[in-house]
């Protein structure tokens, strides 16, 4: 075997190896300083992006409640309407009954009039009380919806940040196996 021959590097040569490190030194730091710059702004809108959901559910939240509070006063109101239209015709019914026997037909057809007025009170309310529980069920899948298309974007967002933070690594291990192959070459 023959012994190693021995390589000298004139001094240009070795300033421009140390240059060359300190440049591709200072552009690791700078791909470095940009890749947690990107993680920082992928942070702030994710958080940005869960506080808008959030504010927008509870905002979801105070309207379903407001619309449960608004049904509870209109059936409290129409018990009372009921109530008092009862008191009332027990009233004219009373009155009716203590009249004379000939007015006794004039009762009859107050109690028809009456029990038709109940029947459409009834059927009036009844559909009411069908269009706020499906107004209360729209509103229910709406917001179901929304936290849905909520989720899904924060998740893309996550996705997304990954992918790019993957990519960024994948690059700077390029760069670096192309510095340790330039610097194996020289």
Do not use: C, Y
Request: hydrophobic share 45%; no cysteine.
């Amino acid at each position: 075997m023959e012994p190693p021959t021995k390589t000298t590097a004139t001094r240009d040569e070795v300033h421009a190896w140390l240059t060359e490190i300190r440049d591709l030194k200072n552009a690791i730091a700078a791909l470095r300083e940009a890749l947690e710059a990107e993680q920082d702004d992928k942070k702030k809108s994710v958080r940005e992006a869960i506080a808008a959901a959030a504010s927008e559910i509870a905002q979801l939240k105070a309207a379903a409640s407001a619309l449960r509070d608004a049904l509870e006063q209109a059936r409290i109101d129409k018990d009372k309407s009921v109530q008092e239209a009862v008191v009332a015709a027990n009233h004219e019914i009373g009155q009716l009954k203590a009249t004379a026997s000939a007015l006794r037909d004039a009762l009859e057809q107050a109690r028809i009039d009456k029990d038709k007025s109940v029947q459409e009170a009834v059927v009036a309310a009844n559909h009411e009380i069908g269009q706020l529980k499906a107004t209360a069920s729209a509103l229910r899948d709406a917001l179901e919806a929304g936290r849905n298309e909520k989720e899904q974007s924060v998740q893309a967002a996550v996705r997304t940040a990954h992918d790019e933070i993957q990519q960024l690594r994948a690059t700077v291990a390029a760069l670096r196996e192309s510095f340790e192959t330039s610097r194996a070459g020289n």
